[in-house]
Protein backbone atom coordinates (compact mmCIF):
# COMPACT_ATOMS: atom_id res chain seq x y z
CA UNK A 1 0.00 0.00 0.00
CA UNK A 2 1.36 3.50 -0.94
CA UNK A 3 -0.65 5.34 1.69
CA UNK A 4 -0.73 8.75 1.07
CA UNK A 5 1.69 10.11 -1.33
CA UNK A 6 3.49 13.77 -1.68
CA UNK A 7 4.91 15.28 -4.93
CA UNK A 8 7.54 16.74 -5.28
CA UNK A 9 9.53 16.29 -1.92
CA UNK A 10 11.47 19.39 -2.20
CA UNK A 11 11.38 22.83 -4.26
CA UNK A 12 12.80 26.23 -4.81
CA UNK A 13 10.31 29.50 -6.05
CA UNK A 14 11.34 32.68 -6.32
CA UNK A 15 8.89 35.17 -5.42
CA UNK A 16 5.67 35.66 -7.27
CA UNK A 17 5.90 32.02 -8.98
CA UNK A 18 3.29 29.48 -8.64
CA UNK A 19 3.27 25.70 -7.97
CA UNK A 20 1.15 22.87 -7.19
CA UNK A 21 1.49 20.47 -4.53
CA UNK A 22 0.38 17.14 -5.43
CA UNK A 23 -1.34 14.57 -2.35
CA UNK A 24 -2.44 11.39 -3.95
CA UNK A 25 -4.06 8.59 -1.26
CA UNK A 26 -4.92 4.84 -2.13
CA UNK A 27 -7.31 3.84 1.23
CA UNK A 28 -10.54 5.03 -0.34
CA UNK A 29 -10.13 7.68 2.81
CA UNK A 30 -13.30 10.20 2.39
CA UNK A 31 -11.45 13.24 4.33
CA UNK A 32 -8.18 14.81 3.24
CA UNK A 33 -5.91 17.49 5.03
CA UNK A 34 -3.27 20.26 4.21
CA UNK A 35 -1.17 21.29 6.80
CA UNK A 36 1.92 23.25 7.12
CA UNK A 37 4.64 22.83 10.11
CA UNK A 38 6.71 25.53 10.89
CA UNK A 39 10.17 25.30 13.11
CA UNK A 40 8.11 25.53 16.93
CA UNK A 41 4.60 26.12 15.65
CA UNK A 42 3.37 22.29 15.52
CA UNK A 43 1.04 21.79 12.30
CA UNK A 44 -1.61 24.42 11.27
CA UNK A 45 -4.43 23.29 9.28
CA UNK A 46 -4.58 25.21 5.69
CA UNK A 47 -7.72 23.53 4.15
CA UNK A 48 -9.51 20.46 4.45
CA UNK A 49 -11.84 18.08 2.00
CA UNK A 50 -14.78 15.48 3.55
CA UNK A 51 -15.11 14.00 -0.08
CA UNK A 52 -15.06 15.19 -3.87
CA UNK A 53 -16.38 18.59 -4.57
CA UNK A 54 -16.25 19.89 -1.19
CA UNK A 55 -13.59 21.70 0.17
CA UNK A 56 -13.39 23.68 3.43
CA UNK A 57 -10.73 26.37 4.83
CA UNK A 58 -8.92 25.77 8.27
CA UNK A 59 -6.58 27.85 10.38
CA UNK A 60 -4.57 29.50 7.62
CA UNK A 61 -6.20 29.27 4.14
CA UNK A 62 -4.49 32.46 3.07
CA UNK A 63 -2.15 32.59 -0.24
CA UNK A 64 -3.41 28.52 -1.18
CA UNK A 65 -6.55 27.34 -3.11
CA UNK A 66 -7.80 23.69 -2.76
CA UNK A 67 -9.60 21.33 -5.20
CA UNK A 68 -10.85 17.85 -4.65
CA UNK A 69 -12.27 16.49 -7.96
CA UNK A 70 -11.88 13.04 -7.02
CA UNK A 71 -11.67 10.86 -4.38
CA UNK A 72 -7.99 9.93 -4.21
CA UNK A 73 -6.72 13.22 -5.42
CA UNK A 74 -6.27 16.86 -3.41
CA UNK A 75 -3.88 19.18 -4.76
CA UNK A 76 -2.52 22.27 -3.14
CA UNK A 77 -2.01 25.49 -5.12
CA UNK A 78 0.33 28.08 -4.00
CA UNK A 79 -0.73 30.97 -6.76
CA UNK A 80 1.56 33.91 -6.00
CA UNK A 81 4.79 32.35 -3.64
CA UNK A 82 5.64 34.70 -0.73
CA UNK A 83 8.44 33.71 1.85
CA UNK A 84 6.08 33.75 4.88
CA UNK A 85 4.85 30.32 2.29
CA UNK A 86 8.66 28.83 3.45
CA UNK A 87 7.31 25.91 5.40
CA UNK A 88 7.03 21.89 5.63
CA UNK A 89 3.43 20.93 3.82
CA UNK A 90 2.20 17.31 5.19
CA UNK A 91 -1.07 16.20 3.22
CA UNK A 92 -3.29 13.53 5.61
CA UNK A 93 -6.45 11.05 5.05
CA UNK A 94 -8.76 9.50 7.10
CA UNK A 95 -11.56 7.26 6.82
CA UNK A 96 -14.08 9.49 8.27
CA UNK A 97 -13.85 12.82 10.45
CA UNK A 98 -15.08 10.60 13.78
CA UNK A 99 -12.89 11.14 16.44
CA UNK A 100 -11.44 7.68 16.95
CA UNK A 101 -10.39 7.63 13.25
CA UNK A 102 -6.55 7.80 12.13
CA UNK A 103 -5.14 10.56 10.14
CA UNK A 104 -2.18 9.14 8.08
CA UNK A 105 0.13 11.58 6.69
CA UNK A 106 1.85 11.70 3.51
CA UNK A 107 6.08 12.57 3.83
CA UNK A 108 5.85 16.32 3.55
CA UNK A 109 6.88 18.32 0.53
CA UNK A 110 9.64 21.16 1.80
CA UNK A 111 8.72 24.42 0.35
CA UNK A 112 11.44 27.63 0.41
CA UNK A 113 10.45 30.74 -1.37
CA UNK A 114 13.05 32.88 -2.03
CA UNK B 1 -11.99 26.96 19.05
CA UNK B 2 -9.72 24.01 20.58
CA UNK B 3 -6.25 25.41 21.42
CA UNK B 4 -4.02 22.95 22.29
CA UNK B 5 -0.61 23.28 24.51
CA UNK B 6 2.10 21.11 24.45
CA UNK B 7 5.50 20.61 27.22
CA UNK B 8 8.10 21.01 27.49
CA UNK B 9 9.17 21.27 23.41
CA UNK B 10 12.76 19.46 23.86
CA UNK B 11 13.77 16.88 26.36
CA UNK B 12 16.45 14.81 26.39
CA UNK B 13 16.43 11.34 28.20
CA UNK B 14 19.38 8.90 29.08
CA UNK B 15 18.55 5.43 27.61
CA UNK B 16 17.15 3.11 29.47
CA UNK B 17 15.09 6.23 32.11
CA UNK B 18 10.98 6.80 31.09
CA UNK B 19 10.28 10.12 28.85
CA UNK B 20 7.30 12.09 29.87
CA UNK B 21 5.18 14.75 27.51
CA UNK B 22 2.44 17.14 28.68
CA UNK B 23 -0.47 18.25 27.33
CA UNK B 24 -3.36 20.59 27.67
CA UNK B 25 -6.54 21.25 25.79
CA UNK B 26 -9.37 24.33 26.11
CA UNK B 27 -12.29 22.80 24.77
CA UNK B 28 -14.31 20.16 27.27
CA UNK B 29 -16.37 18.78 24.33
CA UNK B 30 -13.04 17.20 22.92
CA UNK B 31 -13.18 13.45 23.24
CA UNK B 32 -10.36 12.13 21.19
CA UNK B 33 -6.47 12.36 21.96
CA UNK B 34 -4.06 11.19 19.62
CA UNK B 35 -0.07 11.31 19.37
CA UNK B 36 1.92 11.45 16.86
CA UNK B 37 5.68 10.25 16.18
CA UNK B 38 7.28 12.45 13.81
CA UNK B 39 10.75 10.40 12.68
CA UNK B 40 13.39 12.90 10.51
CA UNK B 41 12.56 13.73 7.09
CA UNK B 42 8.79 11.65 7.37
CA UNK B 43 5.50 12.74 7.74
CA UNK B 44 3.44 12.32 11.70
CA UNK B 45 2.66 8.50 12.21
CA UNK B 46 -0.26 7.78 15.07
CA UNK B 47 1.88 5.87 17.96
CA UNK B 48 -1.14 6.24 20.58
CA UNK B 49 -4.55 7.40 20.83
CA UNK B 50 -6.95 7.96 24.07
CA UNK B 51 -10.55 8.60 23.94
CA UNK B 52 -12.18 10.42 26.99
CA UNK B 53 -14.23 7.52 28.38
CA UNK B 54 -10.83 5.59 29.34
CA UNK B 55 -8.50 7.26 32.34
CA UNK B 56 -5.15 5.59 30.79
CA UNK B 57 -4.04 3.13 27.73
CA UNK B 58 -0.85 1.36 27.06
CA UNK B 59 1.04 -0.37 24.80
CA UNK B 60 4.19 -1.86 25.38
CA UNK B 61 6.77 0.86 26.39
CA UNK B 62 4.16 3.72 25.70
CA UNK B 63 1.02 4.68 27.91
CA UNK B 64 -1.36 7.87 27.52
CA UNK B 65 -3.30 9.08 30.87
CA UNK B 66 -5.93 11.69 30.37
CA UNK B 67 -7.37 13.85 32.79
CA UNK B 68 -10.93 15.53 32.33
CA UNK B 69 -11.27 17.20 34.73
CA UNK B 70 -8.16 19.04 34.42
CA UNK B 71 -8.19 19.23 30.54
CA UNK B 72 -5.07 17.24 30.26
CA UNK B 73 -3.22 14.63 29.05
CA UNK B 74 0.00 13.17 29.13
CA UNK B 75 2.71 10.44 26.67
CA UNK B 76 4.87 8.16 29.11
CA UNK B 77 7.50 5.90 27.97
CA UNK B 78 9.80 4.08 29.28
CA UNK B 79 12.67 2.12 29.27
CA UNK B 80 13.48 4.70 26.48
CA UNK B 81 15.69 3.58 23.32
CA UNK B 82 17.72 5.57 20.78
CA UNK B 83 15.24 5.01 18.09
CA UNK B 84 12.46 6.99 20.82
CA UNK B 85 14.31 9.71 19.18
CA UNK B 86 11.53 12.24 17.41
CA UNK B 87 9.29 14.50 17.44
CA UNK B 88 5.78 13.89 19.12
CA UNK B 89 2.78 15.92 18.83
CA UNK B 90 -0.37 15.93 20.82
CA UNK B 91 -3.53 17.11 19.43
CA UNK B 92 -7.12 16.88 20.39
CA UNK B 93 -10.81 16.67 18.41
CA UNK B 94 -14.33 15.84 19.49
CA UNK B 95 -16.88 14.05 17.65
CA UNK B 96 -18.67 16.30 14.65
CA UNK B 97 -15.18 18.08 14.16
CA UNK B 98 -13.70 16.87 11.24
CA UNK B 99 -10.40 18.72 12.44
CA UNK B 100 -7.21 17.65 14.47
CA UNK B 101 -6.05 20.45 17.05
CA UNK B 102 -2.04 19.66 17.22
CA UNK B 103 0.45 21.11 20.04
CA UNK B 104 3.26 22.45 19.17
CA UNK B 105 5.69 19.36 19.51
CA UNK B 106 8.62 18.01 21.67
CA UNK B 107 11.51 16.73 20.59
CA UNK B 108 12.85 14.42 22.22
CA UNK B 109 16.69 13.21 22.26
CA UNK B 110 17.54 9.46 24.02
CA UNK B 111 21.38 10.08 24.96
CA UNK B 112 23.29 6.94 24.69
Known amino acids: NAGVTQTPKFRILKIGQSMTLQCAQD?????MYWYRQDPGMGLKLIYY???????DKGEVPNGYNVSRSTTEDFPLRLELAAPSQTSVYFC?????????????FGQGTRLTVV | GENVEQHPSTLSVQEGDSAVIKCTYS??????FPWYKQELGKGPQLIID?????GEKKDQRIAVTLNKTAKHFSLHITETQPEDSAVYFC???????????FGTGTRLTIIP
Open chain 1, 92 to 104: ASSYSGRSNTEAF
Open chain 1, 27 to 31: MNHNY
Open chain 1, 49 to 55: SVGAGIT
Open chain 2, 27 to 32: DSASNY
Open chain 2, 50 to 54: IRSNV
Open chain 2, 91 to 101: AARRDGNEKLT
